[in-house]
C-alpha cells in the first residue's frame, strides 16, 4: 500500500504553532512514528505553504497511489481549486485535521474538499492522521 500525506499552510510550524491548539509535536516527529508503526505502509509526505503546489502534487499521486491523506489546513474553507483537484483524480482522498474545526470560528466550518473526499477525520489531534492511515487498511 502507498499513501501520501499532503500538508497544507502553516502545518510546517507544528509544535511551535499555537500548541495549545496543534500540540507540541513538530509533523517530522510525527511521521517518523507513523512509519514505525505502519511498517508494511509505503508512506510518503509533502508539504507547501502554496496552493497551486498542493494542487500540483494531487494531480502528480492521485493516480498512482493507494491513497491521500489531506490537511489543505485553511485552504480547506477557501480553495475551490484543491476541491476540485481532489474531485478530479482517482485516488481516494481522506480529509484530516488536527483541530475540530467545527469548534472554531464559523469560516472553518466550510471545506471545499469534504464533498470529493472520500471520508474526514478532525479533532483528534495528530492522531487523526493515524485513523486516515487505518481507514485505508479496512
Not at 474531485?87 to 481522506?94: D, L, N
Request: charged fraction near 20%.
Amino acid at each position: 500500500m502507498k499513501l501520501m500525506i499532503i500538508n497544507g499552510p502553516n502545518l510546517n510550524l507544528l509544535g511551535k504553532r499555537e500548541p495549545e491548539v496543534y500540540g507540541k509535536t513538530t509533523f517530522e516527529d510525527y511521521f517518523k512514528q507513523l512509519q514505525e508503526k505502519f511498517p508494511d505502509v509505503a508512506l510518503e509526505y509533502y508539504q507547501s505553504n502554496i496552493e497551486g503546489e498542493l494542487i500540483s502534487k494531487i494531480q502528480e499521486v492521485g493516480f498512482d497511489y493507494d491513497g491521500i491523506v489531506l490537511n489543505a489546513a485553511a485552504y480547506t474553507h477557501t480553495s475551490v481549486g484543491i476541491g476540485d483537484a481532489v474531485k478530479a483524480v482517482e485516488t481516494p482522498v481522506i480529509e484530516v485535521h488536527i483541530s475540530n474545526t467545527h469548534q472554531r470560528e464559523e469560516y472553518r466550518h466550510v471545506s471545499y474538499i469534504s464533498p470529493g473526499a472520500k471520508g474526514v477525520i478532525l479533532g483528534f489531534g495528530l492522531q487523526s492522521y493515524d485513523l486516515a492511515i487505518q481507514s485505508f487498511l479496512s
